[in-house]
């Protein structure tokens, strides 16, 4: 059975919050920050508290936005992105070596971690679905 891991889809306007791994298996990759629940939290819970540990700030989350099923050597996952939003706080990097506003056009251009790669993928269909729809070319961009 995969191990139920929960991330965080950090949204500013068209921006999304990419984290670099510091360290582990997949040290270097990008990812949408989060973590494991812990015995008796909520998902919810589970991803304020991690996005409290790992970057001190404070969020709110909102629905699901999408699962992905991820198997690596050092393990089975199912990861599970949030929508959510900062509420407060500043960026304090704990256990990651970089993390950048990424316009959601361009969330592929980054060596995301495989899990995170259907996320974005569909972060950024939704996007330009979005975007299509608000501009007067009709949607040739």
């Not at 001190?56 to 939003?85: C, P, R």
């Not at 969330?107 to 939704?126: F, G, M, R, V």
Request: net charge negative.
């Amino acid at each position: 059975m995969p191990l139920p891991v929960m991330a965080a889809i950090i949204q500013r306007g068209d921006e999304v919050l990419l984290c670099q791994r510091k360290e582990g298996a997949l040290a270097g990759k990008w990812e949408f920050p989060g973590g494991k629940i812990e015995n008796g939290e909520t998902p919810e819970e589970c991803l304020v508290r991690e996005i409290q540990e790992e970057l001190g700030i404070t969020i709110k989350v909102d629905e699901i936005f999408q699962a992905v099923h991820s198997h690596y050597e050092h393990g089975d996952f199912l990861v599970v992105g949030y929508l959510a939003t900062q509420v407060s706080g500043e960026i304090t990097l704990r256990v990651h070596s970089g993390c950048a506003w990424v316009d959601c056009t361009e969330l592929d251009t980054y060596d995301l971690a495989d899990a995170n790669i259907p996320i974005a993928k569909s972060l950024k269909e939704k996007c330009n679905a979005a975007r299509s729809r608000m501009g007067s070319d009709g949607g040739s961009n």
